[in-house]
Structure formats: structure tokens, C-alpha cells
């Protein structure tokens, strides 16, 4: 099968397979925290952010913004060194809106990273309403020195559910920004989540196909976590909404990987949320035996990335 030849033992196009093959060795990610905080949390949009996010606003696992990016950067080294020996990264502003600042700010904190040696690329999370011609300008520069990566949270295309996530934008500013960026030589990775209340699987699909015909380089599928600080916990508490197990998750994950253009990369394909904030569904907790599961599963069902696409 030519997808398993070309992307080694995977049958979809791996962030992993695409690291090696362009830098030649294992590429590593060390997550950091630029301070900021989000248009949709301080009152510019909204107050308490989209539903599912928690106080750390998606950086659960980022570095401590009261500690330097390069101070971040060396811790976030050194407990990678203690498991392997690693000489390439990935510096990732995950918290909330990273680039919710001054731009002077944002040049600041994106050198200090870029100027690290063994930092190969700048992937920085961020919202698609909030990257003004200023930031694009900068962006631009930078992706001059070293590669840069936007992430970008659409999880949804479907306007009801944008409202009842409380998105704050719709999905036109998503098409905006992605056009925007790469017309400067960046790419784009999009952030979608999986299971969200009152979505059909066909609506799951759609959106998928929606990023397909769009210019974006990678994806990260994301099913949905609940998370005890979140308003998305209320609603569930209240009145609990279908979360898929491990078995019936991975099938349509499977599904989902089939449809995907393959060129584009697979960042992730499932979550682990913080252990003492995750309310369902637990199983996830275990990342690696549903990875191991959900590879097994695609070589079970002959599927691979593009399969469905392709027609």
C-alpha cells in the first residue's frame, strides 16, 4: 500500500515522519507561555473564554510565564534530556492568544526563541481574528530566520455549535486568516475538536472536508475533554451529552484520517487532558495504548490517510 511505504509503519501522514524527514532526527516540543490571555476572556469579545477552555487557557501543560522564554526553554530541555538525548525543537507558545499583544512584545519573546540554536521551528498558537497586518508583517519576518507555524482553532464549521462554544468569530475570519498566512510562507495547522455537543458525525466529516478544499499544511484532531473549571462541565453535570469510549472513537477516527488530503500533517489524534481536571472521558488518560489501539485498528480495516479522498 503506497501511503504505509511512504509514511513508514503509519498509515497516515505523521507530524513524526514529517520532522524526520525534513531535519533528519527526532524533533521535540517544548510548550511555553508568552503572559498573555485572550480577547474572548478580558471583555474585548466575551468574559470566561470558548466553553471547553480551561483558567489555563489550553496550556495546561505550558512553561510558567513568570520565567523568561529562554529560562522556559531550558527547563523544558533539561526533563527531555533526562529521557533521551535530544538536539532539535520546537518552540510553542500554547496559552491562550499568542499574539493578543503589542507587537514589540510579541518580536520580543518570538526572537528570544527563534535566536535559540536548537530551536528548528516557531509554532504559535493563536486566534484568526487576532492577527492584524502588523503581526502578519512580523510573522513574515520571522519565518525569514527559521520556519513558523500558526495553529489556528476553527474546531467547528457549524454556526450553531461556533455560538454554543462560544467561538467569538465566524468561520469567514478563519478562511481570512488562512489565505493571509499563506500567502506569507506560513503554515497553518487547524485545531479540531471531536464530539462536540449536539454534532452528528456527518457534521465531524463535513468540517474535515471544509479544511481539505482550505490551504492548510497540518490538523490536530482533538476529541472532547471535559474539564471540572469549564462552563462546558455545567452543561454536562446538568444534563450529560454523548462522549464516545475508546472503541467507537477510534473506528471514527479511522474514518476520519481516510478523508483527509494527504498531504496534509497529523499533529495529534487524541488528548490527554490534566489528570485532576478531567471529568470525561477518563479513558484518555491512557494516550498511548489508544495510539497503539488506533494504529492496529487502521492496518485491521485497510485504512489509510487520503484513501476515501483519493475516491
Not at 532526527?25 to 469579545?45: S, W
Not at 482553532?153 to 467561538?167: A, E, F, K, N, S
Not at 479540531?192 to 457534521?203: D, S
Not at 469510549?245 to 497529523?266: A, K, N, Q, W
Amino acid at each position: 500500500m503506497a501511503g504505509q511505504i511512504r509514511w513508514g509503519e503509519k498509515r497516515y501522514h505523521s507530524l513524526d515522519w514529517e520532522l524526520k524527514n525534513r531535519f533528519g532526527e527526532k524533533v521535540y516540543k517544548i510548550t511555553l507561555n508568552g503572559g498573555m490571555t485572550c480577547p474572548n476572556r478580558d471583555g474585548h469579545l466575551g468574559y470566561g473564554g470558548c466553553i471547553f477552555c480551561s483558567s489555563h487557557g489550553s496550556g495546561d501543560f505550558a512553561g510558567d510565564a513568570a520565567l523568561s522564554v529562554s529560562e522556559q526553554l531550558s527547563h523544558g530541555k533539561d526533563a527531555l534530556l533526562e529521557k533521551r538525548p535530544v538536539h532539535s525543537y520546537i518552540a510553542y507558545f500554547q496559552a491562550f492568544t499568542n499574539t493578543y499583544a503589542p507587537v514589540e512584545y510579541l518580536e520580543k519573546i518570538f526572537m528570544e526563541a527563534i535566536n535559540d540554536p536548537e530551536v528548528k521551528i516557531l509554532s504559535i498558537a493563536t486566534r484568526p481574528d487576532c492577527l492584524g497586518d502588523n503581526v502578519l508583517k512580523l510573522l513574515a519576518r520571522l519565518n525569514r530566520i527559521k520556519p513558523v507555524w500558526v495553529e489556528l482553532g476553527l474546531q467547528t464549521i457549524h454556526p450553531d455549535t461556533v455560538r454554543l462554544i462560544r467561538r467569538g468569530y465566524p468561520t469567514e475570519v478563519f478562511d481570512k486568516a488562512v489565505s493571509a498566512l499563506c500567502s506569507i510562507g506560513i503554515e497553518v495547522i487547524a485545531h479540531v475538536i471531536l464530539y462536540l455537543p449536539g454534532e452528528t458525525e456527518q457534521m465531524m466529516l463535513e468540517t474535515l472536508q471544509y479544511l481539505n478544499r482550505s490551504g492548510i499544511r497540518g490538523i490536530k484532531l482533538q476529541l472532547l475533554h471535559v474539564l471540572k473549571d469549564t462552563d462546558l462541565y455545567g452543561l454536562y453535570k446538568a444534563k450529560p451529552f454523548f462522549i464516545p469510549d475508546m472503541e467507537h472513537y477510534i473506528r471514527f477516527t479511522g474514518r476520519c484520517i481516510s478523508i483527509l488530503r494527504p498531504d496534509i500533517v497529523i499533529h495529534r489524534l487524541t488528548g490527554d487532558g490534566p489528570k485532576d481536571l478531567l471529568a470525561a472521558p477518563m479513558w484518555t488518560g491512557a494516550k498511548r495504548t489508544v495510539l497503539n489501539r488506533l494504529h492496529r485498528y487502521l492496518k485491521e480495516a485497510d485504512l489509510w490517510q487520503g484513501k476515501e479522498y483519493y475516491g
